[in-house]
């Protein structure tokens, strides 16, 4: 079971996010290993610094729909991480990986993972996710998907054009 909104937000608010993150100071994506740390052979992508008012926005949409995808996988969800803006260029991926160990992690209290894509336009790039069977998502703007956070998970290599999105996380 996937959670999928597909017109959770309009081209126009993902046009807004996407001329942000492509005003936005970008650095390469860490992942974390004991630390937090750059390996371009595991994540290949960028983090954008978007504007502070871009992030308050996107933080109150997506708490928004916090309380659809508790009853939806029948968890209380009382917060969130907050949102990273992600910029995959051609040849960007991120290998098979989960986003907590388990759901007792207190490190990473991570419950449940959220995508919310924004691109308009890329090939490749879907968010392969190794749940109760394999499913590819393909980038389409205004599509967000939310899926517990122990499932392993992959973005397969954008091959064409630029696949942005933002993540979350419901602790």
Known sequence: MIFIAPDFWSA???DGVR????RAE?????IFVKDYCVDERVRRTFEADVDPEIVREVEESVASIRPLVADF???????SEGPAFLRYL????????R?????SDEEFPRRISVVLFVT???EGGALRIYGQSVRDIHPLAGTLVAFPATWLHEVLPVTAGVRDAIVDWFY
């Open 120 to 122: 308009d336009a890329c």
């Open 19 to 22: 001329a942000a993150i492509g």
């Open 90 to 97: 051609p040849g960007g991926f991120y290998r098979t990986h």
């Open 73 to 79: 996988y029948g968890v209380a969800l009382v917060g």
């Open 99 to 103: 986003d907590c160990l388990a759901e």
């Open 12 to 14: 126009e608010r993902c």
């Open 26 to 30: 970008l650095s390469r994506a860490e």
